[in-house]
Structures are given as C-alpha cells and as structure tokens.
Nanobody, 127 residues
Framework: QVQLVESGGGSVQAGGSLRLSCAVS???????MGWFRQAPGKEREAVAL????????YYADSVKGRFTISHDNDKNTLHLQMDSLKPEDTAMYYC?????????????????????WGQGTQVTVSS
C-alpha cells in the first residue's frame, strides 16, 4: 500500500523559509513525483516536479528561484525547500506521485494524472 505523509508546514512571515517533507512508503521512486498546492477557491496547481533517473526538476514560474525540490533515496523522502516566502504562497501543500510506468513528468501533467497523494500540510505566510 502506497502512503505519502507530508510534514513541515506552518506559519511564517513573508521572507521566511520552510522545508516540507514527504515520507514515502510502499512506492519506489520510479516515476514523476512532485508538490502541488491549493489555496481556498483556487484549483490545485503543480509547484515543483522531479523525475527519476536524472532527477530533472520542473518549477512553476511563480516559485522559480525560491523553491527547491529534492529526493532523498536513502530515506525515500521527498522535500520542498521554500525560501523567500510570500503571502501568495499560502495554501495547502500536497505531495504526489505517478504510478510506475508513467513516463511523462512535466508541468503539463494534470493533477488527476497523479495516482498517489498525501493528506496535505498547511503553509501560511503573513505579510
């Protein structure tokens, strides 16, 4: 059974940093993984993705240069380092993974094409 468990969310002031973690079990990093976020009244959007093998990363324009996605193979954990946070980064953040055999990993992949999801962790940035 695949389980994704996020942690690390919280409340920070603008300009601050947070590091999100997603502990993964029952799943080997063999397809696209990433972080999504959803603010109240808005659609869920991809924030950062990472592909296996070459660890190619993809970032939404709104977070480029501020967020960094990484995967720790030893601990089978996905991370999202978030720096220079802005109030508009406030959202519920979700970890997600595509099933093995799914080759595509770009920001054009829709959320519904990700097969496994965590329960989410709240990030709140105050001005």
């Amino acid at each position: 059974q695949v389980q994704l468990v996020e942690s690390g969310g919280g409340s920070v002031q603008a300009g601050g940093s947070l590091r999100l973690s997603c502990a993964v079990s029952g799943y080997t990093f063999s397809a696209c993984m990433g972080w999504f976020r959803q603010a109240p009244g808005k659609e869920r959007e991809a924030v950062a993705l990472i592909s296996p093998g070459r660890y190619t990363t993809y970032y939404a324009d709104s977070v480029k240069g501020r967020f960094t996605i990484s995967h720790d193979n030893d601990k089978n954990t996905l991370h999202l380092q978030m720096d220079s946070l802005k109030p508009e980064d406030t959202a519920m953040y979700y970890c997600a993974a595509r099933s093995s055999g799914s080759r595509v990993c770009t920001l054009y992949v829709r959320p519904e094409q990700f097969n496994y999801w965590g329960q989410g962790t709240q990030v709140t940035v105050s001005s």
